[in-house]
């Protein structure tokens, strides 16, 4: 049977078609080698889960260890990493930031139809709440409804190193939790009969689900495959500056079929996209 499902209207009629012109898409392995990708997490070892609580809502993150071969330009030499252990959902993004313009309204659904802005301004104010240091540094906002000055349509923003509060995952850090110590094609299975079992997508529903709902991966991670896509901290292109710059996604979604979970394919929008098909998990350096 399935679940009761709210839409907001409003959201809606702002969503974006698809992905439309912004998805630029192509296979990992184009632009970087698939195989050093799975050399790198051979080496990782899970360590452990740590709960944490915001104003009520509670969320856990799961730390990992690695052998840091990456070439990713935001990794700054960390071998040791915590990340959510779902994708970030609307109680915790409504409470944290105010507002939630999610098409498929559920407390335990995962956000989406967030900027790329908004998740790294969750992300400052989700830090500052812990006694943490923040990791981006944001000025000159421009908001995607002036009125309520809520959500980042622009910002230019500054990435600060070596900080020890939340964050988005850089791409590596992302492939390196979802493919958890395996060689998987998806995230917790290695053929499509096994996908039902751990992701959510085009030929099991119709819209995005509440988180842990489906299987873990190997190290505990939900909906890595399916579900939403996540934006992670990586450009498409590394050495472009401007702050519209493309910034990555990954694992799929709920409207994708099963080619589109493939870990190994990235997609990049514009940072100011918003699109109902598009959340987030968080990340922290320790």
């Known amino acids: 049977m399935k679940n009761t499902i709210l839409y907001n209207k409003n959201a809606l009629e702002s969503c974006t078609k698809g992905l439309g012109?912004?998805?630029?898409?192509?296979?990992?392995?184009?632009?970087?080698?698939?195989?050093?990708?799975?050399?790198?997490?051979?080496?990782?070892?899970?360590?452990?889960?740590?709960?944490?609580?915001?104003?009520?809502?509670?969320?856990?993150?799961?730390?990992?260890?690695?052998?840091?071969?990456?070439?990713?330009?935001?990794?700054?030499?960390?071998?040791?990493?915590?990340?959510?252990?779902?994708?970030?959902?609307?109680?915790?993004?409504?409470?944290?930031?105010?507002?939630?313009?999610?098409?498929?309204?559920?407390?335990?659904?995962?956000?989406?139809?967030?900027?790329?802005?908004?998740?790294?301004?969750?992300?400052?104010?989700?830090?500052?709440?812990?006694?943490?240091?923040?990791?981006?540094?944001?000025?000159?906002?421009?908001?995607?409804?002036?009125?309520?000055?809520?959500?980042?349509?622009?910002a230019y923003f500054e990435y600060i190193p070596n900080r020890s509060g939340f964050r988005l995952p850089t791409a590596t850090e992302w492939m390196i939790a979802a493919m958890a110590g395996t060689n998987n094609k998806y995230a917790g299975a290695n053929d499509d009969d096994a996908l039902y079992d751990v992701a959510w997508f085009q030929y099991n529903c119709d819209y995005p689900q509440p988180v842990a709902?489906?299987?873990?991966?190997?190290?505990?991670?939900?909906?890595?495959?399916?579900?939403?896509?996540?934006?992670?901290?990586?450009?498409?292109y590394p050495n472009q500056e401007s702050p519209d710059a493309a910034r990555l996604f990954f694992g799929g979604s709920y409207g994708n079929n099963d080619s589109r979970m493939d870990l190994m394919i990235q997609n990049a929008n514009p940072p100011y996209i918003r699109n109902n098909g598009i959340g987030f998990r968080i990340a922290i350096s320790m």
């Open 21 to 154: 012109k912004y998805w630029f898409d192509y296979e990992y392995h184009k632009n970087q080698s698939l195989h050093s990708h799975r050399q790198i997490i051979k080496d990782s070892n899970l360590l452990k889960l740590t709960p944490f609580n915001y104003e009520g809502v509670d969320f856990n993150m799961i730390s990992f260890q690695f052998n840091n071969m990456s070439y990713d330009e935001r990794l700054l030499g960390f071998e040791l990493c915590m990340l959510g252990e779902c994708e970030v959902t609307q109680d915790l993004f409504e409470t944290v930031m105010g507002f939630n313009y999610s098409v498929v309204i559920g407390p335990k659904n995962p956000i989406e139809m967030v900027t790329w802005y908004d998740c790294i301004e969750f992300c400052n104010r989700l830090s500052v709440y812990f006694g943490l240091g923040e990791c981006y540094k944001l000025r000159d906002k421009e908001f995607t409804d002036p009125t309520y000055c809520l959500s980042i349509g622009k």
């Open 213 to 236: 709902q489906k299987l873990p991966n190997e190290w505990g991670f939900y909906d890595m495959s399916g579900n939403v896509y996540e934006w992670v901290d990586s450009k498409l």
